[in-house]
């Protein structure tokens, strides 16, 4: 979390915990109480896949894909839509639009999370904001599955839904507003709150 101007700052994980459960930004952020999840090795590993992933030779894909330059590696931050981060790769393809491409340490089952799709907007936003440039779709590549690339086509109704949800975690952070929670119960079995929360 940063701020910018008057206004926090988030991350693309932090609307990550908000989807699994809008709870987790107030213990998280409000009441400052940690996770510990840093010892996960799906955690762990994935940050040694981004850190080694420049090593791969996947630019054959981004051929196919027509691209005709790329960013690794950027920080980005948007004061427009109030968040932050650091986009693996930014494609500038030959229609003039440009695209984030993002490194997941996961197997491609036949279908995209929409954790994944939310993330992949949130980085074309950043993009559009600090490139100034039309961004219409994103990329996955998973790692697990012999660097499968999939596309994501961005649709408005997500793009809006996306800043929705970004407002609706700045509510709860400045205003300290204790949100409902999942809809889904079954993820309370597990989760590191599930002593403290109000059912």
């Keep these: 979390m940063e701020t910018a101007g008057n206004r926090i700052s988030i991350t693309p994980s932090l609307v990550l915990e908000y989807l699994f459960c809008p709870r987790f930004i107030y213990f998280m952020e409000v009441l400052k109480i940690p996770q510990h999840e840093d ?21 054959y894909k981004r051929k196919k894909l027509g691209v005709i330059d790329k960013k690794t590696e950027q920080e980005l931050a948007s004061l427009t839509y109030h968040i932050h981060g650091v986009v693996d790769e930014i494609l500038f393809l030959n229609d003039h639009t440009a695209a984030p491409l993002d490194y997941k340490f996961a197997r491609y089952k036949g279908k995209i999370f929409k954790t994944y799709k939310t993330q992949s907007i ?40 996306t800043i929705g949800v970004i407002n609706d975690i700045l509510k709860i952070m400045e205003l300290n507003y204790f949100p409902k929670s999942t809809g889904s119960k079954r993820r309370c079995i597990d989760c590191c709150y599930n002593t403290i929360c109000v059912k």
């Excluded at 010892?39 to 030779?57: T, Y």
């Design 39 to 59: 010892k996960r090795f799906k955690v762990l590993k994935g940050r040694i896949v981004h850190k080694s992933k420049a090593a791969q030779n996947i630019e």
């Design 122 to 161: 949130l980085y074309g936003l950043l993009i559009k904001d600090n490139y100034n440039i039309d961004v219409r779709k994103g990329y996955i590549v998973y790692t697990r599955s012999d660097h499968h690339l999939e596309e994501i086509p961005f649709y408005e109704k997500d793009i809006k839904h």
